[in-house]
């Protein structure tokens, strides 16, 4: 069974601060690992997809990488934002989705 | 891109009573929707795949009699949660894909359901 774990669990910066956020899956043959966003209460937001045979996406200032032998991808957010604040959650496609606990990031400003 | 929609967003309900949530899929067509219940601080799981005309397929440990599954069109999911206890208040999100002509795809989920049971 696929196991999803992203560390650290919450994290706190200064506003400018770079965010390095990692996840790391168990079986390594994935079909893409997709990096959400969600808001309190709110609903999951989209940002980066890549696909098993892809080894990063850029969008704006998010940058994720994949080692997919490695079992390991990771978020960058570039010169954050106190609007980056929210809890960023990866999930791997195998058969189903499955998801990691999240990293609760919170940006100071 | 794709829409995925949840009605309601917010619902409070009775011990006892049963809840209806709806998953729409707004601009594409998804033979398969997924079913997945937040808890606090927790990661997303997956409760229970939606086939449309189909019965669903419901992950070990998820009580089919209790979150009933209707998938009667390409366009609409809908979750019931029946008997409705304080344990099953959660954030219930549903997510859709068109598919490709092979493997798994990009899912696009709704905004969810927080449901409160007093």
């Known amino acids: 069974k696929q196991e999803v774990t992203q560390i650290p669990a919450a994290l706190s910066v200064p506003e400018g601060e770079n965010l390095v956020l990692n996840c790391s899956f168990t079986?390594?043959?994935?079909?893409?690992l997709q990096w959400f966003r969600q808001d309190p209460g709110k609903g999951l937001t989209s940002l980066l997809l890549i696909q098993s045979s892809q080894r990063e996406q850029t969008s704006g200032r998010l940058n994720a990488s994949l080692d997919k032998s490695s079992g390991r991808s990771t978020l960058y957010i570039a010169a954050s934002q106190p609007g980056d604040s929210a809890t960023y959650l990866c999930?791997?496609?195998?058969?189903?989705?499955?998801f990691g606990a999240g990293t609760t990031v919170t940006v100071r400003a | 891109g794709a829409v995925v929609s949840q009605h309601p967003s917010r619902v409070i309900c009775k011990s006892g009573t049963s809840v209806k949530i709806e998953c729409r899929s707004l601009d594409f067509q998804a033979t398969t929707m997924f079913w997945y219940r937040q808890f606090p601080k927790k990661s997303l799981m997956l409760m229970a795949t939606s086939n449309e005309g189909s019965k669903a397929t419901y992950e070990q440990g998820v009580e089919k009699d209790k979150f009933l599954i209707n998938h009667a069109s390409l366009t609409l999911s809908t979750l019931t949660v029946t008997s409705a206890h304080p344990e099953d208040s959660s954030f219930y999100i549903c997510?859709?894909?068109?598919?490709?002509?092979?493997?798994?795809?990009?899912?696009?989920f709704g905004p969810g359901t927080r449901l409160t049971v007093t």
């Open positions: 997510s859709a894909g068109p598919p490709p002509a092979g493997g798994p795809y990009e899912q696009y």
């Open positions: 999930a791997v496609t195998t058969s189903q989705l499955s």
């Open positions: 079986d390594s043959a994935i079909y893409n």
